[in-house]
């Protein structure tokens, strides 16, 4: 009992400190080490598995849609960087340089990339002439380094690990099809495989990524009612198509620029999925993208038949397709089911000297901490049941969150009175004019996150200056 108590005694309640609360889960669940580099996280093989997991539902579903892999440098020379003048200004403070190769200056510096569009534009202004190009649709697994100033395992990595895709369309209407298509794809997987739902829409001029027209996303709840942004896909329109001077010729044999997206979703959703699920004993994982979905723990263990009737029954639900782990080790049940709560196993599976007797094991389910008895014939059956049903609770629990922290205001007192007393996400109507946005920045602490797809009315004015309303934007403090 004291192995297990320490266990837990380790993690800070998120309810004193809840950036101490997530520092402590994610160093004692082994997800992330520090490296001798500020900002520079070594992704320990449980946090890898996890981005493995999540990788392979994305593969999927770009080569669904026809998306293909491919490999782009991991440098780009300054001059190349330039040609498109909104880009560049946008990352200017965030750009590593490499100005020696060996021992000797280089003649151009060269940038680590933080993004690759314009890598992308050079190689598409080689290989595409003709409508019969078109379209190019690219992906890219990769890593990417900014230099921020203020880093945190997962949410902000001066290096971290993403996919970027790419692609060119022959019209404006494909190019903005495209985008919204692939903001979907990341809506899809937030809510159905990460357990996480989403709010959809449009970032402001001043939000949107830059040499962008138009940049949609996906936002997140947290525990803490923050929000993460947890997916964008950017509209280009031709601005680097006529920069990088890709051209083709179409059925009627005039020159065009085609149109341009970039679409992409990083490591930092696992700091997502840390603080949507998460509790005071460590991670809560959803079943679909947890590394090890059972764990079966032979109670003691050292009496006859346990271990083999744990081994059994481990290799059963394995060839069934669950992610399955044993632990034949000689630390205490106790420690274990504290280690498993820690690492947010979906399921423990216990099964000991009584239960053979009785041709039954007892299912613990991270969720919710119940316990529930399971015959050992059609376990695999009994498994898969609760796994999907701790699924869909966890979706449940993170989306009750989400509405219920989710408030409508009509002028500035109201905005400031909910961001004191409440926090989450306000949602007001707006002008549209930046002064207003800065306003709800500088006195109410809050930014836009997005114009919602799902438009409401709250009304005809602007909470900040009162005059017609535009939009309804959702406005939150964010990660």
């Known amino acids: 009992m004291q192995s297990e108590k320490k266990q837990v005694e380790q993690i800070t309640p998120m309810e004193e400190d809840f950036a101490q609360w997530y520092t402590d889960v994610v160093k004692k669940a082994e997800l992330v080490d520090y490296s001798g580099i500020k900002g520079f996280f070594i992704l320990r093989p449980y946090a890898y598995s996890l981005w493995e997991n999540i990788q392979k539902v994305l593969d999927g579903k770009f080569k669904e849609l ?20 909104d880009h560049v200004e946008g990352f200017a403070p965030e750009v590593a340089w490499v100005t020696y190769g060996g021992s000797e200056e280089l003649p151009e510096r060269l940038c680590v990339r933080p993004t690759s569009e314009t890598l992308f534009c050079e190689h598409w202004s080689h290989i595409v002439h003709s409508w019969r190009d078109l379209p190019l649709l690219y992906n890219q697994w990769c890593s990417v380094l900014r230099w921020e100033k203020t880093t945190r395992p997962f949410l902000r990595h001066r290096e971290f690990l993403w996919q970027e895709g790419h692609t060119l369309h022959a019209t404006a209407e494909e190019a903005v099809e495209e985008t919204k298509r692939m903001l979907e794809v990341y809506a899809d997987c937030c809510e159905n495989y990460l357990a996480m739902p989403v709010v959809r829409g449009k970032k402001t001029e001043k939000e949107k990524f830059a040499g962008a027209e138009d940049t949609y996303t996906i936002e997140c709840m947290m525990h803490d009612k923050k929000a993460l942004q947890s997916g964008t896909s950017h509209y280009f329109g031709d601005g680097f198509a006529r920069a990088f001077e890709i051209s083709y010729t179409d059925k009627e044999n005039k020159q065009r620029f085609p149109h341009q997206t970039s679409w992409g979703f990083s490591t930092r959703t696992i700091g997502g999925i840390i603080m949507t699920h998460g509790d005071n004993s460590g991670l809560v994982l959803p079943p679909k993208i947890a590394p ?13 038949g346990v271990l083999e009737a744990a081994d059994a029954i481990a290799g059963r639900l394995k060839a069934a397709g669950i992610r399955v782990k044993i632990d034949r080790s000689e630390n205490s049940p106790g420690w274990k089911f504290a280690e498993y709560e820690m690492k947010g196993i979906p399921l423990r599976l216990e099964i000991g000297p009584k239960d053979l007797e009785q041709g039954r094991c007892l299912l613990a389910r991270r969720d919710s901490g119940e316990k529930v008895p399971a015959p050992l014939e059609g376990l695999e059956q009994s498994c898969f049941k609760l796994l999907d049903e701790i699924q869909e609770n966890l979706f449940r629990k993170a989306k009750r969150n989400l509405e219920e922290n989710t408030f409508a205001a009509r002028d500035l007192a109201e905005v400031k009175l909910l961001v004191a007393s409440r926090g989450g996400f306000i949602k007001t109507m707006w002008c549209g004019d930046v002064a207003c946005e800065n306003r709800m920045k500088e006195e109410a602490g809050v930014s836009s996150r997005c114009i919602p797809f799902a438009q409401e009315y709250l009304g005809d004015t602007c909470p900040c200056c009162g005059r017609p309303a535009k939009h309804m934007v959702v406005w939150g403090v964010a990660y």
């Open 66 to 85: 026809g998306h293909e892999n491919v490999s782009m440098p991991l440098l780009i020379p300054e001059s190349l960087l330039q040609k498109e003048k």
């Open 292 to 304: 090890v979905q059972v764990v079966v723990i032979p109670v003691a263990q050292h009496k006859p």
